[in-house]
């Protein structure tokens, strides 16, 4: 089932896990997501080892895109930031998204380069810059499938009624998806998901340490909204675990004490699917 279609059959609602390169999206589908969240923060984070200050480039994210869907079959979300330039460079980043293998994009109306949603000072285009880009996407791609998700972060600049007006905006433009970012309290989430019922799917973003409060995905259900994404967790989770084994490694000079929480070599071949790969390799070469 397309993303499109399972959107339209929703509840319930879908929830994306973020993922940065074809080994996260692997475990993800192994472990049962229906569709994935490949997040330029985690490009960013777990990549280049940077924050998500819009330091990214389009054709890097591309390449990740490629990868990833060279991986999996899932539903695939992409953040395309600010479209990385005016329109035209919109529509070029939905053509090359497209072609990668993304099926939906989600395009927001920060200024260039942007910066993570739940940053402090951020600054965002005219409204009438950010509906153009909505349409220069829409205009732009090939498939009816592939989603537009339009997202604001205009409630931090502007507050949130100038963000509802952006939203409406964007959704009256032929978005396929709203997406109100950092929204501060519940009241707004449910004000948004309101706003939009009957007329456009509602998107949340939940980060671990943002704005906006913490729900699961039964309660962000109930509140209203269609897709839910976990952008960077995987990183965090990570980043974590990377720190602690590092510092094991370094104080005993062994990995023996961290071997309860690692795989070993037969359970990574197991993961990544090198058996099947290796059997793929013999039946080609014509070995029985």
Do not use: W
């Amino acid at each position: 089932m397309s993303l499109k279609d399972r959107l339209a059959a929703a509840p319930p609602i879908v929830l994306a896990p973020g993922v940065a390169d074809g080994l996260t999206a692997a475990v993800a589908e192994a472990a049962g997501a229906e569709a994935l969240y490949l997040s330029g923060a985690a490009i960013a984070y777990g990549r280049f080892g940077r924050p998500d200050l819009g330091l990214v480039s389009m054709s890097e994210v591309v390449d990740t895109i490629a990868i990833v869907r060279d991986r999996v079959s899932l539903p695939l979300i992409v953040d395309a930031d600010a479209g990385f330039g005016n329109a035209l460079n919109t529509q070029r980043t939905m053509r090359s998204f497209e072609r990668a293998g993304a099926n939906a994009l989600q395009i927001e109306d920060q200024t260039n380069p942007k910066r993570c949603g739940h940053l402090a000072g951020k600054a965002v285009v005219p409204k009438a810059e950010a509906v153009g880009r909505i349409k220069a996407a829409l205009d732009a791609r090939t498939s009816g499938e592939t989603l537009v998700i339009a997202r604001t972060d205009a409630i931090a600049v502007e507050g949130f009624d100038a963000a509802l007006d952006r939203a409406n905006a964007f959704a009256e433009a032929g978005a396929d998806m709203i997406f109100m970012d950092a929204l501060e309290s519940e009241d707004q989430m449910r004000i948004a998901t309101r706003v939009f019922a009957g007329r456009v799917p509602v998107m949340a973003n939940m980060v671990e340490g943002g704005k906006t409060p913490a729900r699961s995905a039964d309660a962000l259900q109930e509140i209203g909204f269609a897709l839910v994404i976990f952008p960077g967790g995987i990183i965090r989770a990570q980043a974590a675990a990377t720190r602690d084994y590092y510092a094991s490694l370094l104080a005993h000079g062994t990995n023996a004490p961290f071997a309860d929480r690692m795989l070993d070599f037969d359970g990574l071949n197991e993961v990544i699917g090198t058996q099947a790969l290796l059997d793929a390799a013999q039946l080609y070469e014509g070995k029985p």
